[in-house]
Every structure is written in C-alpha cells, then in structure tokens.
C-alpha cells in the first residue's frame, strides 16, 4: 500500500539527491548490468561466428515447429477414396467400351485398304472415341486422388467442367430446335434404310428400332422402295419385299426364325399386308416413344450432370486440401 499511496519525496534546492540506482528504479540501466550486456554481445558475436550447417538446420527446424500445421480431416480422407474408386470404375467401363469399339472394328474389317477410307463415318468410331476420351478422363482423376496430384485434378477438374457446360449447351440447342428434330430422325431411318445390306451397324440399329417398335420403314412400310435390293425393279429374290423385322410374327411355331417372311409385301394393299406386316412407320413410334419418357429422359439427364458437378465439387475440395497440406507441410 506505502508503494501506491506514498506521497512522493520533494526535493529542495539545498537537499542533496540520491543517485545510487537500486531496484525502486528499474529504467535506469545498472552499472553491473552494462558489463554483463557487454559480455552477452561478445558471446552472441562468438556464437554467430560458429554457426555452421547444423545450426542452421536447427533454426529452419524450430520455424517450421512454430509454423501451424494443417491436418486432414476424416473429410477429406473420404472425399480422396471416395473419388478415387468412382474414376476407378468409370475407367473399367471406359475401357470396356473402348473394346467393344475396337472389336467392331476387328470383325468388320474396317482397317482393311478398301474400307479404311470409309472408316471416318462408321459408327463403331464414335464407340472407340468415347471409351477413349472416358479412360483418359477418369484415369487422371483416379491417380490424381490417389497420388494427390495437384496437376491431374486440376487437369480432371477443367475437363468435367468443360463437359458439363457442353452438355448445358447441347441441351439448350435440342430445346430450341426441337421443332427440327423429326427432320433430322427421318434424314437418319432413310440413310440407314438406304445402306441397310451394305454397314451392319446401321443394318443393326434399324432392326432394333424396327423390333422394339414394332413399325416397318420410316413414313411406312413403302419406304424401302429406297434400297436397291428391295426395289420392285431390283433382279434378285427380295424385290417389293421388307426386312424380317417388320413381319408381325417373324418366328414359325414360335422357334425358327423366318427372313423370308416380309418377301412382296409391298406388292399387298394395306388391308393384305397388316395381317403380315406392321403398316405404321417408325417415325412416329419414335415420337411417341419419347412423348411417353420424356420424365424419365429429363431425370437421367438431370442426374448426369448433377452427378458430373458433385464430382466436381469433390475434386476441387480435394485439391483445396491437398494444397493446403503442402504448403504447411
């Protein structure tokens, strides 16, 4: 309390002052202190002069101890495996489609000299590029989660976000042009009608749509009038007639397959040939097929591009970790 509530000493003119330094003084430096500052320089000068590499190793070591380190959390462990088995799997399907490709290819002999001009246009191509695209896509993904390759994610990262705005943009160019795409549908059932016997990849897709429609030709059955073999004009045995799979019962006692059975169809009126034929092209089947699963084809839509953007989303945190990590490390 005598500390706090002392009055202070008054000095007169005559009174002697006292100049001995105490502890009651604390700034005012001390004799002795000035001798030991002296020695403490000439130590820090002696002990500068010795450093060498292994003191300077401990200094860097002691300011990385002092700098925060960061830490992964149980977050981004499962964003990185989580992520690295999607691509993982995504790269098997890549590949299988990639051979797929290729085998069609291989049986059709489409490498060979007189048809690798006409390779560019056969549909086995769009196949292989896909798979092609899909593996590189989701292998750089996959060993950039699992190697926490900040060069492959963000590589991963452009390409999925170019992706989606492609796919943004493709679907805003078939809403405005919908009112087109009848055109084009019936531009593709007349080329692949026209180039049935020649490509069995179009020969294929026309059988399916024919099949699982149920409808014969693009407008109507009369359409194959297109193809050279089923031409009335055409010499050989499948002239006025129509594929196998525009026959309503295309199988004999329910086993054997009968190709024979669409053979002068075209010769028969509508109220002959509906009992043996399907009358009705595939146009509108096409049309109505997509008016009754437009719901489901806007779901699978929108859950493809959510799917590309979560993973998106995942990369993007994942690399924010990774660096993060590394620049604290």
């Given amino acids: 309390m005598r500390r706090y509530l002392g009055l202070k000493r008054i000095f007169l003119p005559w009174s002697r002052r006292d100049t001995t330094q105490n502890e009651s003084s604390p700034l005012i430096p001390k004799a002795s202190s000035a001798k030991e500052d002296d020695e403490e320089r000439n130590n820090v000068t002696t002990e500068s002069r010795q450093v060498g590499p292994d003191n300077r190793q401990d200094d860097s070591r002691v300011l990385i101890s002092n700098?925060?380190?960061y830490r992964y959390s149980f977050t981004d462990y499962f964003l990185k495996y989580f992520l690295f088995l999607c691509n993982l799997v995504f790269t098997v399907l890549g590949l299988v489609v990639l051979g797929l490709g290729m085998w069609g290819l291989i049986s059709k002999e489409s490498?060979?000299?007189?048809?690798?001009?006409?390779?560019?246009?056969?549909?086995?191509?769009?196949?292989?590029?896909?798979?092609?695209?899909?593996?590189?896509?989701?292998?750089?993904?996959?060993?950039?989660?699992?190697?926490?390759?900040?060069?492959?994610?963000?590589?991963?990262?452009?390409?999925?976000?170019?992706?989606?705005?492609?796919?943004?943009?493709?679907?805003?160019?078939?809403?405005?042009l919908q009112d087109q795409v009848g055109s084009y549908l019936r531009s593709g059932m007349l080329a692949a009608m026209v180039h049935y016997q020649d490509d069995l990849d179009l020969r294929f897709i026309a059988d399916e749509i024919q099949t699982n429609l149920q409808c014969c030709?693009?407008?109507n059955y009369r359409d194959w009038e297109l193809n050279i073999y089923y031409n009335c004009s055409a010499p050989g045995v499948l002239a006025c007639g129509v594929p196998a799979t525009c026959c309503v019962d295309p199988l004999e006692n329910g086993t054997v397959w009968n190709s024979q059975c669409g053979l002068g169809a075209q010769l028969l009126d509508e109220f002959s040939a509906q009992s043996v034929i399907f009358l009705g092209g595939c146009l509108g089947g096409m049309s109505r097929w997509i008016e009754q699963h437009e719901g489901l084809i806007g779901t699978v839509g929108i859950v493809v591009i959510g799917v590309q953007i979560l993973t998106l989303f995942i990369s993007t945190r994942l690399l924010e970790s990774i660096q993060w990590h590394k620049m604290y490390m």
Avoid: W
């Fill in 67 to 69: 700098q925060p380190h």
């Fill in 217 to 219: 030709g693009a407008d």
């Fill in 111 to 176: 490498f060979a000299q007189e048809k690798i001009g006409s390779i560019g246009t056969d549909p086995m191509l769009i196949l292989v590029s896909l798979g092609f695209v899909l593996t590189l896509l989701c292998l750089s993904g996959c060993l950039g989660a699992l190697r926490e390759n900040c060069s492959l994610l963000k590589l991963f990262s452009a390409t999925v976000l170019a992706l989606i705005t492609a796919q943004v943009l493709a679907g805003i160019v078939a809403y405005s």
